[in-house]
Each structure stands twice: as C-alpha cells, then as structure tokens.
C-alpha cells in the first residue's frame, strides 16, 4: 500500500530550491550583455524589438540551466522563449525599431502599432471565439470551450500567464491583452461545475490556460475539488492538466512553498476515482536533462497522475528526428506517455517555424521508427485546424497519382474521425488551408457541413452530443 507522505516529502536525487525572477522584454539587454556572445549581445535591439509585439517571459532556471548561451542565438531554447528578429515582416519591424528609436514608442502609441500588426496574426486559430464557444439560452459561456463532445476547456482567470512564454505559443493572444476581449478567462467555478453537470456527454474537463500550474493548490481546487465525490459529475471521468511547468519550473513540484499541496490535490482526484492526466508540453530534449525535472516528474506520479508528453513541431527549435528519438526515448525512461506530434499552429509568426507536412512526416517517421513499442503511442504529425484534428497518414500512390492521405483523429462532427481522405501531393504545403483534393475532386468530404456548423455559429461539442446526432 502507497502511504500518503513519503512519495511527496522524500526526494530521490536532492534539488536545492530556487526562487522564482520572471525575466521580461526590458531584461533583454541584460540577459545578453551577461550571457551571450559579444557580437550578439551587441544586437540586443535586433531582439528586443520583436519583443514590442509578441510576448516575451523567462526566468531565471531557463536562463540559468537550459540555454546554451555559447551557441545563441541559434541555440534552440533561445529560440523557444527569445523573440526573434525574423518573426515580425521586415515593414513591421523596420517601423516598429524606429518608433523604439526615435523615442515615440512608448506607452500608448506604442501598443497600438503593436496591435494593429498582431491583429494580422490570426490571434485565435481554429474558431477558438467562434465555433468552440458553448452557449447557455443564447449567452456565450466564458472562459469554457467545447469543441469536441467529450472534452470541455477551462481557462480559470488565474491561469492566464506561464512562468515562461514559447515564441510559438498559439496562445499568445492570452498575454499580451489581458483583460481584452482577446482573452479567455474565467473564475466562476460555480458555472464550470454546473456546465459539467448538465452535459453529460463530457468524459474530460481540461485545465488550460495559460498554465493551469501557475494557481495555487487552493486556486485550482476550486474549480477541481467540486467535481470530485459528487454524483452529478461521475460521468466526468478525466482531468486533464495541461501545463509547461515540467520544463520552464519543475520547482513547481519540488521545492517551491505549494508544491506538496499541489501533489496533494492531484492525489485526492486520483483516490476520488478520476483519472488525472498533466498533459506535459516538452519541446526539446534539453528540458528533459535537469535533476530537479527528473524528480518533479518522480513526485507527480508519486500521487498516481499520469504524464502525457506533447509538443508541435517548430522550425528552428526541434526540426530534426534526433531530437524527437531523443526525448522521446528520455520520456518513456522516466515514465511518460509520448501522446502527440504536432504542426505548429497557423498563428503568430508561424512563417518563421512552418515546416512542411512532407518534411513533418519524414522527421516523424524517422524518429518513431527508432521507439520501441511503448513510445509508439505518439500521434502525428497533426494539426488542430478549424474542422478538428488532422492527421497525415503520409503519401501515397493511387491509380498513378502522388496523393497525401489524411484523416481526423478528431472532429467536429464525431462521424468524421478515422475517415480517410486525400489531397493532391503538394511538398510546400503546411497547414490543412494550403491542400488541394485529390482525384480532381472539387472539395474535400466534410467542407460542405463544416460550412454549415460555421453558418450555426455555436460550439460543435454542443452541436454533437451523441452517436445518434451525427447525421
């Protein structure tokens, strides 16, 4: 029998503790002047630049025990959480350095250029404010999403920011507007737990953000510890956490003050009966390769929860198989689930770290097939795109003609998943938007009630509550 207190208080490799410094774009010009090469701490504008318009969070443990400095700015978690020059077209950042230099940019006028070009970025991907929104007689629930019927998305107001930024994040509407009606918050657990109660389709509620692991242990309960023990929520069988905490602050479950509170709460759902996921977003075997991440992950499954790994492919960061063979063999060696294998999101400067299905499903390919079986649970290369999640399959040759098979892993329309469905062979394509049908086709199977679902304008996961709704 597992006792309650060893596995949280007792380590298996001593960590000394760290305090948390949040770094930010003004500490750009520091952080450089302190660590990096001089010729690159020399461009300190290059970077800060970009930095205007995207958001930019680190802290001390990325800068201190994961970037290479030597190699900046090429290093890859350098990449992963310092904006880079590249990633604003070269009008917007000629015109946003010569608001910084000039003196102009400051404060208002400021964030308004910065505003006008991320509106040009696609800030919410995928329908997010307009297809996964679920309603109440006609009011828009918020802070809920429910795109798929089983799963529904919490995003707690608290939750709004991550103890460091990806330069990828296809969230990163989130934190540069806080309070805007750019964001997804909120704080009503009264109306999660009620929402949970009267959809009973819903098998998973998924704690988002953000990082769901910046609250605390108090915080979170709140909107976990009500569905725990109670008879309304039985048929809520999964809670999902989904955080990069495990890389950018694994203090977070080891020495930080709430650690042991945290493990406590995830360890009281496990012994209510549900199943809790932390759906961990690893991007680079370097996150994996610290004491202190090594005894995190030793400590949460400690409490019975499972680590489920997962990260999009970014050009840039992680677009070579050794990388991917690397952590995922790390994962399984420390007991995680690899789980996904993802197309980096059509948002942001996603110019900047697109790469190619075909080159997606190569890099893929490569890495798995040096898993054993128990990696082999990775799903991809996948893209979350405004009709559900699309997975290709790879090439093909059929009847003479070079096509991409497809097929949804998940979808709006629940009778979509599993079918297959081909587009003309196209090597520069990335995203779903760029395909063509196969076969002189005039669109793919599923475009005209798509079309439809967007004219109903309400949550598919509302729209499609059961086997018997499909039609």
């Known amino acids: 029998v597992r006792t309650t207190a060893s596995p949280l208080h007792n380590m298996a490799e001593q960590v000394a503790a760290k305090e948390y410094q949040v770094l930010t774009k003004r500490s750009i010009k520091g952080l450089l002047e302190a660590h990096a090469p001089p010729d690159v701490a020399a461009r300190w504008l290059d970077f800060y630049t970009p930095a205007t318009v995207l958001p930019m969070r680190t802290n001390n443990y990325v800068v201190e025990e994961l970037i290479r400095w030597e190699d900046a700015p090429t290093d890859p978690i350098f990449q992963l959480v310092v904006p880079q020059p590249e990633m604003l077209d070269e009008e917007s950042t000629a015109h946003m350095r010569a608001l910084i230099e000039s003196g102009e940019g400051k404060g208002v006028r400021l964030q308004d250029e910065a505003n006008s070009i991320r509106a040009k970025l696609n800030p919410h ?111 809520v069988q999964t809670i999902r956490i989904g955080t990069k905490s495990l890389a950018y602050w694994p203090y977070r479950f080891v020495t930080d003050a709430d650690a042991d509170p945290m493990l406590r709460l995830l360890e009281d759902a496990v012994k209510a009966g549900k199943h809790v996921s932390i759906m961990a977003h690893f991007t680079h075997p370097a996150e994996l390769g610290t004491p202190v991440v090594r005894e995190a992950i030793r400590r949460i499954r400690n409490t019975g929860a499972q680590i489920r790994t997962q990260a999009p492919l970014v050009g840039h960061v992680n677009d070579d198989a050794a990388a991917w063979a690397r952590m995922w063999k790390e994962q399984v060696r420390l007991g995680c689930v690899p789980y996904y294998f993802f197309v980096s999101r059509d948002t942001g400067p996603r110019e900047y770290f697109n790469v190619p299905l075909v080159k997606a499903y190569d890099i893929f390919t490569e890495a798995f097939t040096q898993q054993s079986g128990l990696a082999r649970t990775v799903r ?76 109903k304008g309400a949550s598919s996961g509302q729209l499609y509550q059961s086997p018997a709704d499909e039609g």
């Open 125 to 235: 991907p995928a329908g997010q404010k307009t297809l996964n929104v679920p309603k109440v007689s006609g009011e828009a629930l918020p802070g809920l999403q429910h795109k798929y019927p089983e799963t529904a998305l919490h995003f707690a107001t608290e939750a709004q920011y991550c103890h460091a930024y990806c330069t990828y994040c296809f969230r990163w509407a989130q934190f540069v507007s806080v309070g805007s009606p750019l964001q997804f918050a909120n704080k009503d657990a009264e109306l999660l737990a009620q929402y949970l109660a009267k959809n009973k389709v819903i098998s998973d509620l998924l704690l988002t953000g953000g990082d769901p692991m910046v609250m605390t242990a108090e915080q979170m309960g709140r909107y976990i510890r009500p569905i725990l023990n109670s008879a309304e929520h039985d048929h």
């Open 380 to 455: 991809g290369p996948s893209m979350s795109c405004d009709p559900g999640k699309v997975h290709y399959i790879g090439p093909a040759d059929v009847n003479g003609e070079k096509v991409m098979v497809f097929k949804f892993l998940q979808a709006r329309n629940p009778a979509w998943a599993e079918k297959p469905f081909f587009a003309a062979y196209d090597d520069k394509a990335v995203w779903l938007d760029d395909l063509k049908p196969a076969f002189g086709a005039e669109k793919f199977f599923f475009e005209d009630e798509f079309a439809e679902i967007v004219r």
